[in-house]
């Protein structure tokens, strides 16, 4: 059975952390944040809490991925830490709606900062979404080291606009009173707690290296390496990003306006200020598209390879030696879900329950030592076995009150995913006729 070869280096493998991660979260959550926290000091805490937060799955996925080092990534680790079911509805709900949702998402969010440049029709804004979004299929059909020089290209630019944004704030002789001192009726645990789940989900997306594990280059060092260089870099700039708002803009002020970024940067630039904005959102959503449609079809690949999906899903191009059939089907199911629109719906409903699958997998580093103790493990997590328990314990927390707080919607996506049981036994007996 032909593999996929390894032709990822340790800047690719960091570049696909950072560049999908670093969307437009950072550019729109600090509102909703400041309305929840009324504390400069608060703010910061809970960016870095998160980001601290969020550096402890990378570890757990970096043991995984390192002792593990198979394409696939995540629906491998739940495969061999709870059986093959656990692995299959996580690919199962990737493709449905939380891979080819965000993909969706990020198109047409694309084609919304396109428009400030260039004016669009309404067909035009659909076809600039689909455009991206094949663009970036055909691009990663053709080669792992394309799509690789694509993420280093719009990660390098995005991340040097988002520099010279904060920079522009840093080096500004403009500043304003920063509200540090806490409010007078005490700390607001519970407000802290809706915040956190804003900036877990600006953080998200760190994960999808592992998916192409099976194609890093010495994935024992390589993996661990990008998943810590990685994540903590956006933790960096995150935090960096918020002194910088704070620096220039009242907390009440980046309460009140969704255009955060663009409104600091017009007091510090000028008028070229909302259009550098615009331009580093616009190449952000690029890369984050092309990670999606890079990382994303080897989940549904190494599914296929167990039996589990379609044949064909699992074919590698005899030229471009990639999961092409995979590729081009999650393309066009993300193409269909942006034009139609239903990708809101869908990835609302669903998007929740990826961090089920988040804890889990990072649960899976206690089964798994436990389940294997004489594995070899190249890389061993920090701080086990309390880093692994806390972030499983905060992801769970997240999932519970989700499921509370909009019940509706909440069990309309378990529904969703729980519709793969009975495809999963389906699928099962098909591999088991064919053994």
């Known amino acids: 059975m032909t593999v996929l070869p390894r032709k990822l280096g340790l800047v690719d493998a960091t570049a696909i952390v950072i560049g999908d991660v670093v969307g437009t979260a950072i550019f729109l959550v600090p509102n909703s944040v400041a309305q929840d926290l009324p504390s400069a000091a608060m703010i910061l805490a809970v960016w870095i809490v998160t980001g601290v937060l ?36 996580c690919g199962w709900s990737f493709i449905l709606a939380i891979y080819s949702g965000a993909n969706a998402t990020l198109a047409v969010g694309f084609a919304t900062y396109l428009s400030y440049f260039v004016h669009l029709t309404p067909l035009l804004f ?45 080096l500004s002789r403009q500043s304003t009173a920063i509200e540090w001192s806490l409010p ?57 990003a918020n002194v910088a708002y704070l620096k220039i803009l009242p907390i009440s002020t980046i309460a009140s306006t969704e255009r955060v970024a663009a409104t600091m940067a017009e007091r510090t630039i000028g008028p070229l200020g909302a259009s550098l904005v615009a331009l580093t959102v616009l190449l952000s959503t690029a890369g984050c598209t092309n990670a999606g449609a890079m990382t994303g079809p080897r989940i549904y690949f190494a599914q296929a390879r167990d039996g589990l999906f379609f044949r064909k899903i699992g074919d590698v191009h005899p030229r471009f030696q990639t999961p092409s059939i995979s590729i081009l089907v999650q393309g066009i199911v993300t193409a269909v879900l942006a034009v139609s629109g239903s990708y809101e719906k869908l ?89």
């Open 54 to 89: 969020s550096f402890f799955g990378a570890l757990a996925y970096a043991e995984l991925g390192a002792m593990i080092p198979s394409t696939g990534g995540q629906y491998v680790f739940l495969r061999d830490s709870y059986g093959p079911l656990w692995g299959f509805l």
């Open 126 to 170: 659909k076809l600039a979404a689909v455009a991206l979004v094949a663009i970036l299929t055909l691009v990663n059909y053709r080669g792992v080291e394309l799509g690789a020089a694509t993420q280093r290209f719009f990660t390098l630019l995005s991340v040097s606009g988002l520099v010279a944004i904060i920079g522009s704030a840093l």
């Open 184 to 240: 007078a009726s005490g700390f607001p645990w519970s407000r802290f707690g809706v915040a956190m789940i804003a900036c877990l989900w600006a953080y998200e997306g760190w994960s999808s290296v592992s998916f192409v594990a099976g194609e890093i280059k010495e994935p024992q060092r390589n993996l661990p390496l990008s998943l810590g260089l990685g994540v903590a870099t956006i933790v960096a700039l995150y935090v960096l």
């Open 347 to 435: 990835f609302s409903y669903v998007t929740f329950v990826a961090w089920v699958f988040y804890g889990l997998t990072v649960t899976g580093v206690l089964v798994l030592r436990r389940k294997y103790p004489d594995l070899p493990r190249p890389y061993k997590m920090w701080g086990y076995p309390v880093t692994p328990v806390l972030f499983a314990a905060i992801a769970f927390g997240f999932v519970i009150n989700t499921l509370v707080t909009t019940p509706g919607p909440s069990l309309k996506g378990i529904a969703i995913v729980a519709s793969g049981v009975p495809v999963y036994y389906v699928w099962k007996r098909k591999a088991r006729a064919l053994l």
